[in-house]
């Protein structure tokens, strides 16, 4: 019987086929597919972040981010949610934790809840009370719903300034004159700086920056509102230094005053 010629060379026949399968699985590996679209960079976080007491308030505000992680425009921004932690002042850690509670959701195209003053928002949070502090986590949210890099910030509630206790205004020739009472005492510890400023039209909204850039430092003040014939209203308050802290009052009671015109 004829043995079969085949049988020496099968061996070697099956080293080649698994050698070429080898070869034909690396070159699937790096063979280049459909090119995939990269994602979106993601807003960096916002900047200047900031928590000022304003009576038993917080306000909370941050400069708009601009820029993408990547440092492209942040076009694809669309607002930012804002996330709070309520922690005891005295034993709390207020970074031992993050924010979890979404208390804001901020529209860049309609703010509210936020008022925004330029580059700015303003958010106030009027839930705080004595003996708790609040922590924040500010997060930029794109058109798509993706959170980019948050910013986060914490203060604890201090017992605030009084008011002035009275405020009056006194029109005048496309002016006001304004003048307040000084509040009588303030709490030890507590370093007068001056008086803060707001004013609004008759059927406005108070804006949550005052009208002076630095304290007034006297009681008084003239304001040149520049339009006769318009009812100007205004509240005043007390700022003063406590420790590394700024603390401003609750606002006086309101005063309104409409500029003449001379004829």
């Given at each position: 019987?004829?043995?079969s010629?085949?049988?020496?060379?099968?061996?070697?026949?099956?080293?080649?086929?698994?050698?070429l399968?080898?070869i034909?699985?690396?070159?699937?590996c790096?063979?280049?597919?459909?090119?995939?679209?990269?994602?979106?960079?993601?807003?960096?976080?916002?900047?200047?972040?900031?928590?000022?007491?304003?009576?038993?308030?917080?306000l909370?505000?941050?400069?708009?981010?601009?820029?993408?992680?990547?440092?492209?425009?942040?076009?694809?921004?669309?607002?930012f949610?804002?996330?709070?932690?309520?922690?005891?002042a005295?034993?709390g850690?207020?970074?031992?934790?993050?924010?979890?509670e979404?208390?804001?959701?901020?529209?860049?195209?309609?703010p509210?809840?936020?008022v925004?003053?330029?580059k700015?928002l303003?958010?106030?949070d009027?839930?705080?009370?004595p003996?708790?502090?609040?922590?924040?986590?500010?997060?930029?949210?794109?058109?798509?719903?993706?959170?980019?890099?948050?910013?986060?910030?914490?203060?604890?509630?201090?017992?605030p300034?009084?008011?002035?206790?009275t405020?009056?205004?006194?029109?005048?020739?496309?002016?006001?004159?304004?003048?307040?009472?000084p509040?009588?005492?303030?709490p030890a510890?507590?370093?007068?700086?001056?008086?803060?400023?707001y004013?609004?039209?008759?059927?406005?909204?108070?804006?949550?920056?005052?009208?002076n850039?630095?304290?007034?430092?006297?009681?008084?003040?003239?304001?040149l509102v520049?339009?006769?014939?318009?009812?100007?209203?205004?509240?005043?308050?007390?700022?003063?230094?406590?420790?590394?802290?700024?603390?401003?009052?609750?606002?006086?009671?309101?005063?309104a005053?409409?500029?003449?015109?001379?004829r």
């Amino acid at each position: 019987m004829k043995s079969s010629s085949l049988g020496p060379r099968a061996p070697r026949l099956a080293r080649l086929a698994l050698l070429l399968l080898t070869i034909a699985i690396l070159a699937a590996c790096g063979r280049k597919g459909p090119v995939q679209p990269r994602l979106a960079a993601l807003p960096a976080a916002p900047v200047d972040v900031r928590i000022v007491q304003q009576g038993d308030d917080f306000l909370v505000s941050w400069t708009i981010p601009e820029l993408n992680q990547d440092g492209a425009p942040a076009e694809d921004l669309l607002g930012f949610h804002v996330y709070r932690l309520i922690y005891p002042a005295a034993d709390g850690c207020p970074t031992c934790r993050d924010p979890e509670e979404l208390v804001a959701a901020i529209d860049l195209r309609h703010p509210e809840p936020a008022v925004r003053l330029g580059k700015r928002l303003y958010w106030r949070d009027a839930a705080v009370a004595p003996g708790t502090g609040h922590a924040y986590l500010i997060v930029p949210v794109t058109i798509g719903g993706r959170e980019g890099a948050g910013a986060s910030l914490f203060r604890a509630w201090q017992a605030p300034p009084p008011p002035p206790a009275t405020l009056l205004a006194e029109a005048g020739d496309r002016q006001v004159r304004l003048s307040w009472t000084p509040p009588a005492a303030l709490p030890a510890g507590q370093l007068l700086l001056g008086y803060n400023l707001y004013r609004r039209p008759a059927a406005g909204t108070f804006a949550p920056v005052a009208l002076n850039a630095e304290p007034l430092r006297e009681p008084r003040l003239t304001d040149l509102v520049g339009e006769a014939g318009r009812e100007a209203v205004y509240r005043v308050t007390t700022l003063v230094r406590s420790g590394d802290l700024l603390l401003e009052s609750a606002p006086s009671p309101e005063a309104a005053a409409t500029p003449q015109g001379t004829r």
